[in-house]
């Protein structure tokens, strides 16, 4: 099946510092979410992104839809403890009503 | 609202068992689908629905079944419950599809002996 890479698995980092993640694949999607995962809870949507070369913000976060509809990218500025989770990027191929792509998610630590 | 309700939340099954995942949404949405979430593996879609009476396979529907009656519910059956169907499944709503926000409930997770 299709597949989304995303990078990094893992991210450990301090407190204010900024962290960027990132997924890429070998389709083109018409659509890239992205979303985040709270221990013991469902995803929640942070961004859609809906065109190639669209940025979006969403208070700190702040996330791109690649120019080769391939890949995008997240930023988290300033991070806080509260940005402790797994974020996943998402994927929609064009036409497709039902088949959401998920990465494997980078879960981040944050440490105060 | 109670948005998206998922029961049980907790179940062990021994291989062989049957049993049926519930999700229910109080938003009125068209589109419901079930995924499954295993270590290290993100989320896999295993079936989703359009509307009453209107369902499709995803990625992953082998040794599942579902069926969308009402617009509310959309009920997830293991027939034959198997070790590899040990997982977290999560059941999510959205007003016309995956391309906008999908809203998850709290999952359920499943242990196959």
């Given at each position: 099946g299709q597949q989304l890479n995303q990078s990094p698995q893992s991210m450990f980092i301090q407190e204010g510092e900024d962290v960027s993640m990132n997924c890429t694949s070998s389709s083109i999607f018409n659509t890239w979410l992205w979303y985040k995962q709270e221990p013991g809870e469902g995803p929640v949507l942070l961004i859609a992104l809906y065109k190639a070369g669209e940025l979006t913000s969403n208070g700190r976060l702040t996330a791109q839809f690649g120019i080769t509809r391939k890949d995008s990218f997240l930023n988290i500025s300033a991070s806080i403890p509260s940005d402790v989770g797994i974020y996943f990027c998402a994927g929609l191929m064009g036409g497709s009503q039902g088949n959401l792509i998920f990465g494997k998610g980078t879960k981040l630590s944050v440490k105060p | 609202n109670a948005g998206v309700t998922q029961t049980p939340k907790?179940?062990?099954?021994?291989?062989g068992q049957s049993m049926t995942l519930q999700c229910a949404q109080d938003m009125n949405h068209e589109y419901m689908s079930w995924y499954r979430q295993d270590p290290g593996m993100g989320l896999r879609l295993i079936h989703y629905s359009v509307g009453a009476g209107i369902t499709d396979q995803g990625e992953v529907p082998n040794g599942y079944n579902v069926s969308r009656s009402t617009t509310e519910d959309f009920p997830l059956r293991l027939l034959s419950a198997a070790p590899s169907q040990t997982s977290v499944?999560?059941?999510?709503?959205?007003?016309?599809?995956?391309r906008n926000e999908q809203f998850f409930g709290p999952g359920t997770r499943l242990t196959v002996l």
């Open positions: - | 907790f179940q062990v099954l021994k291989t499944y999560f059941c999510a709503s959205s007003y016309d599809g995956p």
